[in-house]
């Protein structure tokens, strides 16, 4: 079964950064690209971007560019997102997502790893 | 602001039909997917495509799509259907992802 096992919780100080990965099994992880999405307490979802995780091309919303680095280790098939330059407003739960289609983003999102909470705050 | 439109709540009785919209001009272009989140998990994927259920996503839940609307229908909502839902869809340029401000539904 498809299974997307986040790291764990991360408090951060305002103006660092903070990787946060995930570990995908169950299918062959360069099939599908991967997005991240997050949400802020009590708010809604937001999308940030996904990765290829075959040819490692990225995709960022625009709010993202130039804070956000997608990347993946095809060999551990793992995902990483990191975001430089933490503000407040950035304390969210962030999610990794796989996209429904093969070999190529259909935008669809299928299966969700179960979040990690990062909180910044000084 | 996203751009895509959701009613913030919307409530209904238990073992009735209840219809949520969501509303935007790239679902002209797009299907919609649906989600829905419980307090404290992740999203789950109930409906995508035109009217598709992932394995495991009881039938009473159906979508459609008419204009610039899409619409998730629950017939014969049951308790456990309470959470939130959201709807995403590509943008209106096709190279980003936009979701909905969700919908709280209630069942009464």
């Known amino acids: 079964q498809v299974q997307l096992v986040q790291s764990g919780a991360e408090v951060k100080k305002p103006g660092a950064s903070v990787k946060v990965s995930c570990k995908a099994s169950?299918?062959?992880?360069?099939?599908?690209?991967m997005h991240w999405v997050r949400q802020a307490p009590g708010q809604g979802l937001e999308w940030m971007g996904w990765i290829n995780p075959n040819s490692g091309g990225t995709n960022y919303a625009q709010k993202f560019q130039g804070r956000v680095t997608m990347t993946r280790d095809t060999s551990i098939s793992t995902a990483y997102m990191e975001l430089s330059r933490l503000r407040s407003d950035d304390t969210a739960v962030y999610y990794c997502?796989?996209?429904?289609?093969?070999?190529?983003?259909?935008?669809?999102?299928?299966?969700w790893g179960q979040g990690t909470l990062v909180t910044v705050s000084s | 602001s996203s751009e895509l439109t959701q009613d913030p709540a919307v409530s209904v009785a238990l073992g009735q039909t209840v219809r949520i919209t969501c509303q935007g001009d790239s679902l002209r272009s797009y299907y919609a997917s649906w989600y829905q989140q419980k307090p404290g998990q992740a999203p789950v994927l109930v409906i995508y495509g035109k009217n598709n259920r992932p394995s495991g996503i009881p039938d009473r839940f159906s979508g459609s799509s008419s204009g610039n609307t899409a619409s998730l229908t629950i017939t014969g909502a049951q308790a456990e259907d309470e959470a939130d839902y959201y709807c995403n869809s590509r943008d209106s340029s096709g190279n980003s992802v936009v979701f909905g401000g969700g919908t709280k539904l209630t069942v009464l």
């Open positions: 997502a796989r996209d429904r289609s093969h070999g190529s983003g259909s935008y669809q999102i299928d299966y």
């Open positions: 169950g299918y062959t992880f360069t099939g599908y690209y």
